[in-house]
């Protein structure tokens, strides 16, 4: 076993004895809500880490079946009074089991696929294939569906300079990478970004040379994969530096679950890396440094998803909600269920599809009750799941956005001369 998963086990079973089992966590949860079983919830699952860890109880199936049943969403530590890091009793879980627990969750097929979705060609291959051919995970179905027609390929490698006439505030460096299918299916998102940035006075960096951030691989289990990835990345970055001199933010294209992960790095590495304080949301960065140009109306009734991990990890909702609210004319209709995972991650779907369903049938009935326009969604994984529900469950008029693309319209709307066709 290596050091790092022995620190991991040795931090997950102290982080158990933290909790004093009150019950806080459990209306947070989205698998309690749908089950209402004990060993659903994160107290149910800490209690069973703990009996784990500690012997007194074996790898059973229906031990390993509520474990696998975590979303990983994170909304307990949120409401935790103890401060209970819930994620390292998780991924103590992980890391005492090995690939046991992996291979209950996920079978050889998705193992497989995700090592073979780190090459950019396959990438192209699997979206053109996946809308049409069968066994295809419906979760890869829905990048394909929410395919954007713009090429990542156009923009990777690119320096973009401060749009005409506005005053340069710094130099950010976009995470994005075509060894991702995310970035490969939602391409627009970056296009949006970087008129978005480069209008408010920033050079952006593209680099080509990024790989995957790492959290589908930390979210199975598998530490020596995220490992190198974060280290891959890091050297990236200081490459990029060397080349330009200081970066001031490293800016994540809303993408929560990516953002957690690049949070994550000075731990995976065990040393201080030196930019965790510049990983920030694009609407975040916005936020903080004030908003340039003229926003024009739009006029739309929206609701929102929060993304998990912007909310519970980057705790980056807030200032995206302080942005889009700047914008004319748009009406926000509050979702109750907001702040719940809505079961997107790590192909929840395919692995738990009746699960999945009763975590998301509260919200198709509160949407249908506001009748939105548009569902806001903070989340690359997110937008490929609700682009399978709104065609599954009968919401086509439903339109899906992301922040930035809200802002980015409300730009083109606005009297920005020169915006929509910097790129």
Avoid at 163 to 183: E, K, M, Y
Avoid at 214 to 241: C, K, Q, S, T, W
Wanted: include cysteine.
């Amino acid at each position: 076993m290596s050091d790092y998963r022995k620190l991991v086990i040795e931090e997950g079973l102290n982080e158990t004895y933290k909790c004093v089992h009150c019950g806080f966590c459990l209306p947070t949860c989205p698998t309690y809500r749908a089950t209402w079983d004990e060993a659903d919830s994160p107290r149910g699952r800490i209690y069973l880490v703990k009996a784990l860890l500690t012997g007194r109880v074996k790898p059973t199936e229906s031990l390993l079946e509520h474990l696998d049943r975590c979303v990983i969403c994170r909304r307990c530590e949120t409401a935790c009074p103890s401060g209970v890091v819930y994620s390292k009793i998780i991924e103590a879980a992980y890391a005492y089991l090995g690939d046991e627990l992996t291979k209950y969750g996920y079978p050889w097929y998705v193992r497989i696929g995700f090592k073979l979705l780190e090459n950019p060609i396959v990438i192209k291959l699997a979206l053109s294939a996946s809308s049409s051919l069968p066994g295809i995970p419906e979760h890869m179905r829905g990048f394909a569906r929410s395919r954007d027609k713009e090429r990542l390929d156009d923009v990777l490698g690119r320096v973009f300079k401060p749009q005409p006439n506005r005053p340069t505030r710094g130099r950010v460096i976009l995470f994005v990478t075509n060894s991702c299918v995310a970035w490969q299916s939602h391409t627009h998102l970056v296009y949006a970004t970087i008129r978005v940035l480069t209008w408010n006075g920033f050079e952006v960096i593209v680099p080509r040379e990024f790989r995957c951030c790492g959290a589908p691989y930390m979210h199975m289990g598998r530490f020596n994969e995220a490992i190198e990835l974060a280290r891959h990345n890091i050297d990236v970055i200081n490459m990029y530096m060397n080349r330009y001199g200081d970066i001031d933010y490293i800016v994540i294209p809303d993408s929560g679950g990516c953002q957690a992960q690049w949070l994550e790095y000075e731990k995976l590495l065990n040393t201080k890396v030196g930019f965790k304080q510049k990983v920030v949301n694009t609407l975040q960065l916005l936020d903080k440094v004030g908003l340039f140009g003229d926003l024009g109306p739009v006029k739309m009734r929206v609701s929102i998803q929060h993304s998990c991990h912007l909310m519970n990890v980057a705790k980056a909702h807030d200032a995206v909600i302080r942005v889009i609210s700047k914008i004319p004319g748009l009406e926000i209709r509050g979702l109750e269920t907001a702040d719940i995972c809505c079961g997107a991650g790590m192909m929840y779907p395919d692995r738990h599809p009746d699960l999945a369903d009763k975590i998301i049938r509260p919200k198709i009935e509160e949407l249908r009750k506001l009748r939105s326009d548009a569902l806001i969604l903070e989340s690359v994984t997110c937008k490929a799941h609700w682009t399978n529900i709104v065609r599954n469950y009968g919401l086509d008029n439903l339109r899906l956005i992301y922040p930035t693309e809200l802002l980015d319209l409300s730009y083109l709307n606005g009297d920005n001369p020169g915006y929509a066709n910097y790129i």
